[in-house]
């Protein structure tokens, strides 16, 4: 083949060895981390030898991380006369850079929805994803900034690593540093917030808006405030007090504390348990239960209330529904002008009337076996149980509520259909009463006694002895 048919050879960078047989190519980077041969074998002269090429190894400095395998490879191939491009022969060590400071969680956030892969499991109105936290509660540890790991070059120079940069992040409010300033612990109930500059504990949770499915329900160890209205089907438990601007749907809110909403339509499906005072325009259709006072602008409407504090309606009505308030009731209006049926009662623990309603009706069931039955050991155990019936029943009576006040004020009527309950006596209203009037128990001559209105805060119990004094006097008048 003539010189000016002979392939060209291929452009190769590098350190180059020239000899007459051959040109050998060694290619080593700045940072010395690996070298990579080429061959290019020529007509005239001998070909490279394994010694010649561990030889040009040892020129160029390459001393660790040499691949002996690939080594004798590439000199086995060169010496038949092979061309090699770029053949790894050597690899350096890079260094491991330190990992930067950072914090290692110890409590997990809440499921996020978009993360669900089961379709069919999916609540779509829970999306919360914050983290509740109660005080003493570990939230995770500082993880301080490693050195890292030295690297080595082909050449058997050390390479330092990049140690890792302190954290950025600030220790805010509601979090205490233990242990050497590595162990972090809530120092408060409240949920974790995390910015870009700094981790806290915050004992409120703002919602700006609407709590609809952009919000989700929500389950707060803190304080809630919604500026805005709770949509149908989302539930709210805030364990320190909620305050609501707007209105509430059909949901389910739960609050230690207390809670303060504009209106409720529950639809006869909305319920609401607070442990503090309950403040509202109007509530319609709800169940609730509540340890301190009910307190209504505007109407309660066909609700279940169940409360050891007051309920006061102080511009509207209670129509419809029963009402249950160890402290009294007062509203401006009783009942409806439809007649539609109230029931009220005052000055009784809910709980307790709860559970005498079980004893009673576990009383009726039992003497109505003892009926059925001429078995004189069955009647023995029967006899036994309506006994011990019996005492719970009169225990309960007997107990004695010093919050307790069994008196309800109407400011203005008390229409027909209202049951009253107070005390031991329960009667229905059969025609209308303009007030304003206060009623409580008649201890005297039975039944109910109806009165000039009186606040609240002046007991019925009060009142009545003042009634059963004069009774006694003009007893002995006589």
Known sequence: MAEQDQPAPPIITGSEIKKLGYSLFLKIPDNALECRCSYVPRE?????????????????NVKTGIDLEACDDFAIKAAAGQQLIDVLIASGAPPINGVDEYIQFTIQATPDIENCDDADEMDMYAVQT????????EIGRIIPAGDGTPGENIRGVPIPPTPGKPMTVAIGKGISVEEDGTLLIAATTGRICQTANEISVEEEYLVKGDVN?????????????????VLDNFNITAAKGLTVTG??????????????????????????????????????????ECAG????????HNCTIKTLGRIVVDKGAISGGSCT??????????????????????GADYRDVELLDGLLQELSEANKKAGETNLPTELAEIRKTTAALTENITAIRAKADERANAKINAKAVIYEN?????????????EKKDGPHSVIENSIDGGLRVLSMTSLDINAVNIEKAFV???????RKL
Do not use: P
């Not at 914050?130 to 003493?136: A, D, L």
């Not at 009253?420 to 329960?426: K, P």
């Open 130 to 137: 914050f983290i509740n936290v109660t005080t003493g509660t």
């Open 469 to 475: 004094q004069e009774y006694k006097m003009n007893q």
């Open 213 to 229: 499915f952009r919000i989700g329900s929500i389950n707060f160890e803190g304080v809630v405030e919604v500026r805005g209205d």
């Open 44 to 60: 005239l002269g001998s070909m490279m030898t394994r010694d010649e090429f561990t030889g040009y190894l040892k020129q160029h």
């Open 247 to 288: 209105n509430i749907g059909v949901s389910t809110i739960v609050s230690d504390g207390s809670i303060i909403f504009c209106g409720m339509d529950g639809q006869s499906k909305g319920r609401i348990i607070c442990g503090g005072t309950l403040r509202a325009q109007f509530i319609h259709d709800v169940d609730i």
């Open 418 to 430: 209202v049951h009253l309950t107070l005390g031991s006596v329960t009667e229905m209203i059969y």
């Open 325 to 346: 308030a160890l402290r009294g009731i007062e509203a401006k209006k009783l009942g409806s002008a439809s007649s539609l049926h109230t029931y009220l009662h005052a």
């Open 293 to 300: 006072d009910v307190i209504v602008a505007v109407e309660i």
